[in-house]
């Protein structure tokens, strides 16, 4: 019986160089963006209202940004914080993923909408599993290279490769305006996120992941990046549109 055919390469062409241990090393950038909406209980209206204090007063959160909140202080005034973590836990392990979350870094986060961008730099040994805990706001999370759209709302899970460029615009946008986002506008996002081993086996078998697929590029090269076709570059902050370097 002949060999199956070798899996095609994404549909955008991506090749992510990251560095594992002493070394760079290259794979394939997954499309595949596993999602769901979980059942969590309402965040509690004194702890939102902690969150946008620290952010107007401590953090200067503009739109476009994406920072981290105290995670050891919101625990402390978040009641259902262990049934949330059951719940995100119960998911991924329907996933495959029965005990990563365990093992992985979590942080709180919060953004005012997201400018087009990927991870890939500082984060491309890892995937991002990410928990969004607050109201519907209007918004989604885009994937424009990869064609994907996920509306953000309370419980919604998503995980994907921190390569895949994205960003959160108003829902259906495909563009980036900080005047969505304008100070007074009710629009503020929170999620936990988990970092997750690329390389750890269940995690690159979830998103079929393909590693030194560009080994000689990779040897050459003296810092992580993201290429194209071959060619480095990143997506417009604003657009997504993909801008090779000079």
Known sequence: MAAPPPAPD???????????GERLRSR????????ATLALPPLPARLVADWEREMTQHMGLEAGDVEPLPLARARARWPDFRQVLQAMAQWTDTLGLAGVLADAEMALMACRGARYHHDAVHYGAAAFCNLFVGEDKGLDVHFPLAGQRIALRRGTALLFDTAQPHAVVPRGSS???AADFAPGRDCSQYFLSWELPIEQPAVARLL???????AQTAAQLDAPQLRQHGR???????????????
């Open 10 to 20: 994404p549909p955008d062409a991506l090749t992510a160089y990251y560095r594992s």
């Open 28 to 35: 394939s950038v997954s499309a595949a963006v596993p999602n």
């Open 175 to 177: 563009r980036f305006d």
């Open 208 to 214: 079929q992941l393909r590693f030194d697929v560009a």
């Open 232 to 246: 480095a570059g990143a997506p417009c902050p604003l657009s997504g549109r993909w801008v090779a370097s000079v």
